[in-house]
Structures are given as structure tokens and as C-alpha cells.
């Protein structure tokens, strides 16, 4: 007879199994439940806009937090759309907002490529100043930037919004390029030298693509910055309205004696579509590239 028996399952080993498992199912569902309450409650500002832009304005006022419209107004995005101009606006806010993240994309790919990959004199000295750079209010800047482009022509000018956009330090961007390239093999970039590759061509065929993941991180990040802007486009447009951007257009909905709430909500659902679009299309690879900077 074999020295190694197998123990026969009692029916109580069976009950505390079941028990247990029970358990873990019910703590499972609660933590699903709080977690779709927290949700509503995150995602409760959005739903009534979109309730919001369907309404009149008494119903805005006079429905509290209801959700749902007595009669559908579609009449508010027409009225956004033509008569709030937010057909030029969102025009503006994507023609900026692109030239933006193209080149915000390519200068701080540059910029992370040569910190995270080469060690030259400076190197600290560079990224301390890029870090300080961070505590330095926008609000600062905004005079010489105006001043700047006034001397060339430019304040009343799409190139001028956009270069001022895109004229930031984007030290987060940078820091997340270099911390990616740090973390990818030399055994790359010596091959690419044996096939007679020089810097700029290794740059461009082997490393950025390889970056994709970082570049679709800092693309979302400048398109929300970017497309979120205020200050700057407020004070580009000042002098010539048809440059507004929807950030800065939702001002056509304040009047001196009253406010068209509906017809400002749906402006922002308007203005709010594209973000989401976004998102939703570089979800995947937005996870990928923080993850990969933080491993890295």
C-alpha cells in the first residue's frame, strides 16, 4: 500500500469552499456597485449638458436635476451652430488645435529623443531648467508672447495662436519621451549605424515609430490642452472675432441683459464630441504609452 493517501472531501471542507466563494461574489458585486455609483456621479455634469442643450430655458432653470426634456429642442444646435457661429469656431479649434499637436509632437520627440539617449555636458543642467520652467505661471508669459507677435505681424493670425500654443516648454511630454528612449536597447541604434543610418534617419525610422505608444500619450495631452484653451485664443482674437475658437466662442451665448443657457450647452456637447472621439479611437495606446514611461 502506498505511503501517500488522498484525503476524502468532507461535506464540510464542501460548505466553507462554497461559503468562501460566496464571499468573494458578494464583495465582488459591491465593489461593482460602488464603483457605478462613483461613475454616475462623475459622469451625472455631462449627462445633464446633453440633458441641458435639449431643454428650453425655463426647463433648465425650473427642472432641477431631471435628465429628461419635456419636448426635445433640436432648435439649440441649429441656433449653436448658425447663429452662435460655432461652425467657424470649431473650424478654428481644429485647424489650431492639429497644427498644435504636429508640432508640439515633433519638437518634444526630438528634445526626449536626445535627453533620454545621449549624455552630453548640460544634460542635468537642461532638464532642471525645463523642470523649473514648470513653476512659472502662464499668466507671466502672456506679455512677452503678445508683444513677440505683434513685432511680427502675427497676433490677429492662425500662425500666431498656433505658435504660441505650441511655444510652451511641454516639460511632462519631454520627460515622458526621454524616459521611453532610456528604456529602449542600444542594440537598436548600433545596427541602424552599421546599415549607415545617421541621426536623423535612426531617429525617424527607428525610434519614433517605435514610440507610438508615447506619441499618441502626448498627442491626446496637447489636443485636450490645446483644444481647451482659453486665454491665449481669447487674447489672438481680440481684435478679429472670425479667429475665435469654441473655447472662446461661448461667449456669443452671454448677452448684457440674459444668457442663452440651452443654446451654450449645446455648444459644449458640440465642442465636447471630438474630445470624446478621441479618446475612445487612442484609449488603448494613451494606457500603453503612460505605462511604458513609468516602467521605463
Known amino acids: 500500500m502506498s505511503a501517500l493517501t488522498t484525503r476524502a472531501t468532507s461535506p464540510r471542507d464542501v460548505t466553507r469552499g462554497t ?12 465593489a461593482a456597485l460602488v464603483l457605478l455609483a462613483v461613475a454616475f456621479v462623475w459622469v451625472y455634469p455631462f449627462l445633464w449638458m446633453a440633458s441641458a442643450s435639449l431643454k428650453t430655458s425655463a426647463e433648465v432653470f425650473g427642472g432641477g ?11 439649440n444646435y441649429a441656433r449653436a451652430w448658425d447663429d452662435g457661429n ?4 470649431l473650424l478654428n479649434t481644429v485647424i489650431v488645435t492639429v497644427a498644435t499637436v504636429v508640432i508640439v509632437v515633433v519638437r518634444c520627440a526630438l528634445a526626449g529623443y536626445v535627453l533620454g539617449r545621449y549624455r552630453f555636458p548640460g544634460s542635468r543642467l537642461v532638464i532642471g531648467i525645463l523642470v523649473a520652467t514648470l513653476f512659472v505661471p502662464t499668466g507671466y508669459t502672456i506679455i512677452p508672447i503678445v508683444k513677440l507677435s505683434l513685432e511680427l505681424g502675427l497676433l490677429d493670425k492662425h500662425g500666431g495662436m498656433i505658435l504660441a500654443l505650441a ?7 519631454i520627460l515622458i519621451y526621454a ?8 542594440e537598436l541604434e548600433e545596427a541602424a549605424i552599421v546599415d549607415g543610418a545617421g541621426f536623423v534617419r535612426t531617429f525617424a525610422r527607428i525610434m519614433l515609430p517605435l514610440s507610438m505608444p508615447v506619441t499618441a500619450t502626448v ?25 475665435r475658437t469654441v473655447s472662446v466662442g461661448m461667449q456669443a451665448f452671454v448677452g448684457e441683459n440674459s444668457t442663452d443657457w440651452p443654446g451654450m450647452a449645446a455648444a459644449g456637447v458640440i465642442s465636447m464630441v471630438p474630445i470624446v472621439a478621441l479618446y475612445a479611437f487612442m484609449q488603448r495606446y494613451f494606457v500603453e504609452g503612460i505605462a511604458g514611461a513609468v516602467k521605463s
Open 167 to 173: 511655444g510652451g516648454a511641454n516639460v511632462a511630454s
Open 65 to 75: 436635476l431631471g435628465l429628461v426634456p419635456e419636448v426635445l429642442q433640436w432648435e
Open 219 to 243: 498627442a491626446i495631452l496637447t489636443f485636450l490642452f490645446t483644444w481647451n484653451a482659453f486665454f491665449l485664443p481669447l487674447v489672438f482674437s481680440f481684435s478679429n472675432p472670425a479667429l
Open 19 to 30: 461559503g468562501s466563494a460566496r464571499r468573494r461574489r458578494l464583495r465582488w458585486w459591491l
Open 179 to 186: 524616459g521611453y528612449f532610456r528604456g529602449l536597447p542600444n
Open 86 to 89: 460655432f461652425k467657424v469656431y
